[in-house]
């Protein structure tokens, strides 16, 4: 063999060596790729949770304005642990038995129900708001890639659901439909009628509206609604008659710079809770034979919140029908709680709890509960005192704003001597003492609710 011939051969040896080595790396590559690909729960916080969720204000750190309210971070690294097996916040879901995710059942993970915007999957109930509050809504392919992952028993790793689905940009968002104004003799409704609500911007209003009922009527049933991207709906009475808002004005919580209107904060010192939901849709009906008395010529204080957290603007709208029943069919008339800690001495630079103790001279059966309190307030606490259950905490909100409103499913049976108790956690920040007052600078501790005597 001479020389160029060897050469020849040593040359194709090595291009075939080359060669197969190529092909080795590219197997190599592929099959790391395959063990490597992206899994269902990654794409869920890649695609849903991190742009949609985890947000500054909503679910991004416990360091939120909402967090003492939800106790839900959903960030990067944290999110999977906090959902899945995970009891909820949410009274109701958790009354029904529900996790946050729950695997092998969407239909039991308050997570899907959260991010379906229609109610027509879990027969109509509601859980609170709708997610995200204020932004877009998920797409039809988003929400499904979410239960199929959840169905599929939600895996931290490997590839559950069909990741082309969360191409699609499908949104089913029903237009609104208010609630159909009762029949004659049936009821009465009140709304605030639509308004709008500026890109990344928060709208709280109220509106006192009348009634129009010309003589005692009572209220055995109320539905509430609104329109997708509320907070919450509120009716209020007042307290004094003689200091009513006028009729029909728009009266806004917040400045377009969105600094406290102070003429608004003080009219809301003056309300008693009547009826609301943060629903989106509600339908609450009172125990056989008890209903609420409403004295002629009502009007009451429209208190509405809604969120826009997209760059267009959006649309706010809210209804409230009042059903009544005749006289004779009454057999309990429905009172509302107003109980209120004006003892509040709160100092300054100053983290303090009060505790205020209401006993009750004659049996009753509570039905709701909610809170009122100044910005001062950071956790409002109520708990059973006397009886066998003393001691027991039964309702706790820790937005001062927007309180949860809880309705029981079987009342709270109080006997004569036991009573309920406010514990509310107050931090004021400010240079000076603080106490009770009607001011947006001073301070409130009120057990509001629904409650009647047999």
């Given at each position: 063999m001479n020389f160029l011939t060897y050469s020849r051969l040593a040359l194709t040896v090595g291009l075939s060596a080359l060669f197969l080595h190529m092909v080795s790396c590219s197997k190599d590559t592929t099959e790391s790729l395959t063990t490597t690909e992206t899994s269902s729960f990654d794409l869920i916080q890649q695609k849903i949770l991190t742009p949609s969720c985890a947000t500054s204000g909503c679910h991004l750190s416990d360091k939120d304005a909402t967090y003492f309210q939800h106790g839900l971070v959903l960030a990067e690294g944290v999110a999977y642990q906090n959902l899945v097996g995970v009891d909820p916040k949410n009274s109701s879901a958790k009354a029904d038995g529900f996790k946050r995710v729950k695997a092998y059942a969407s239909l039991e993970s308050l997570l899907y129900h959260k991010i379906t915007t229609t109610a027509g999957h879990h027969s109509g109930k509601q859980y609170g708001n709708p997610m995200p509050l204020g932004g877009v809504a998920l797409?039809?392919?988003?929400?499904?890639?979410?239960?199929?992952?959840?169905?599929?028993?939600?895996?931290?790793?490997?590839?559950?659901?069909?990741?082309?689905?969360?191409n699609d940009k499908t949104v089913s968002e029903a237009a609104?439909?208010?609630?159909?104004?009762?029949?004659?003799?049936?009821?009465?409704?009140?709304?605030?009628?639509?308004?709008?609500?500026?890109?990344?911007?928060?709208?709280?209003?109220?509106?006192?509206?009348?009634?129009?009922?010309?003589?005692?009527?009572?209220?055995?049933?109320?539905?509430t609604k609104m329109r997708s991207g509320s907070h919450h709906f509120v009716a209020y009475d007042f307290r004094n008659k003689a200091l009513l808002p006028n009729l029909n004005d728009i009266r806004d919580l917040r400045n377009p710079d969105n600094s406290l209107n102070i003429l608004t904060a003080l009219t809301?010192?003056?309300?008693?809770?009547?009826?609301?939901?943060?629903?989106?849709?509600?339908?609450?009906?009172?125990?056989?034979?008890?209903?609420l008395l409403i004295p002629a010529g009502a009007s009451f204080d429209l208190n509405s919140h809604f969120v826009n957290k997209t760059t267009g603007v959006r649309k706010g709208e809210a209804q409230i029908n009042l059903y009544t029943v005749d006289k004779a069919k009454v057999k309990n008339i429905v009172q509302t709680l107003d109980l209120?800690?004006?003892?509040?001495?709160?100092?300054?630079?100053?983290r303090v709890t009060l505790t205020k103790t209401f006993t009750f001279s004659k049996p009753r059966k509570v039905l709701t509960l909610t809170s009122h309190m100044h910005k001062l307030g950071e956790k409002f606490v109520?708990?059973?005192?006397?009886?066998?259950?003393?001691?027991?905490?039964?309702?706790t909100s820790t937005d001062w704003e927007?309180?949860?409103?809880?309705?029981?499913?079987?009342?709270?049976?109080?006997?004569?001597?036991?009573?309920?108790?406010?514990?509310i956690t107050y931090n004021n920040t400010t240079s000076k003492a603080v106490s009770f007052g009607l001011t947006s600078e001073d301070e409130m501790g009120i057990i509001f609710g629904y409650y009647y005597e047999e």
């Amino acid at each position: 063999m001479n020389f160029l011939t060897y050469s020849r051969l040593a040359l194709t040896v090595g291009l075939s060596a080359l060669f197969l080595h190529m092909v080795s790396c590219s197997k190599d590559t592929t099959e790391s790729l395959t063990t490597t690909e992206t899994s269902s729960f990654d794409l869920i916080q890649q695609k849903i949770l991190t742009p949609s969720c985890a947000t500054s204000g909503c679910h991004l750190s416990d360091k939120d304005a909402t967090y003492f309210q939800h106790g839900l971070v959903l960030a990067e690294g944290v999110a999977y642990q906090n959902l899945v097996g995970v009891d909820p916040k949410n009274s109701s879901a958790k009354a029904d038995g529900f996790k946050r995710v729950k695997a092998y059942a969407s239909l039991e993970s308050l997570l899907y129900h959260k991010i379906t915007t229609t109610a027509g999957h879990h027969s109509g109930k509601q859980y609170g708001n709708p997610m995200p509050l204020g932004g877009v809504a998920l797409s039809d392919g988003q929400v499904e890639f979410v239960r199929r992952w959840i169905d599929a028993g939600a895996p931290k790793t490997g590839t559950i659901a069909d990741a082309t689905l969360l191409n699609d940009k499908t949104v089913s968002e029903a237009a609104y439909e208010p609630l159909t104004v009762p029949a004659a003799g049936t009821g009465f409704q009140m709304a605030v009628p639509s308004f709008d609500i500026q890109p990344n911007f928060e709208r709280e209003l109220f509106t006192r509206k009348m009634l129009g009922n010309t003589q005692d009527v009572y209220v055995n049933r109320y539905e509430t609604k609104m329109r997708s991207g509320s907070h919450h709906f509120v009716a209020y009475d007042f307290r004094n008659k003689a200091l009513l808002p006028n009729l029909n004005d728009i009266r806004d919580l917040r400045n377009p710079d969105n600094s406290l209107n102070i003429l608004t904060a003080l009219t809301m010192s003056n309300h008693v809770y009547l009826a609301g939901s943060q629903a989106q849709y509600q339908d609450y009906v009172f125990p056989e034979g008890a209903a609420l008395l409403i004295p002629a010529g009502a009007s009451f204080d429209l208190n509405s919140h809604f969120v826009n957290k997209t760059t267009g603007v959006r649309k706010g709208e809210a209804q409230i029908n009042l059903y009544t029943v005749d006289k004779a069919k009454v057999k309990n008339i429905v009172q509302t709680l107003d109980l209120s800690n004006t003892n509040l001495t709160l100092p300054a630079n100053t983290r303090v709890t009060l505790t205020k103790t209401f006993t009750f001279s004659k049996p009753r059966k509570v039905l709701t509960l909610t809170s009122h309190m100044h910005k001062l307030g950071e956790k409002f606490v109520i708990k059973i005192v006397g009886g066998a259950r003393n001691g027991e905490i039964v309702y706790t909100s820790t937005d001062w704003e927007n309180p949860e409103i809880i309705t029981f499913k079987t009342p709270i049976d109080l006997q004569k001597g036991e009573g309920l108790m406010s514990e509310i956690t107050y931090n004021n920040t400010t240079s000076k003492a603080v106490s009770f007052g009607l001011t947006s600078e001073d301070e409130m501790g009120i057990i509001f609710g629904y409650y009647y005597e047999e």
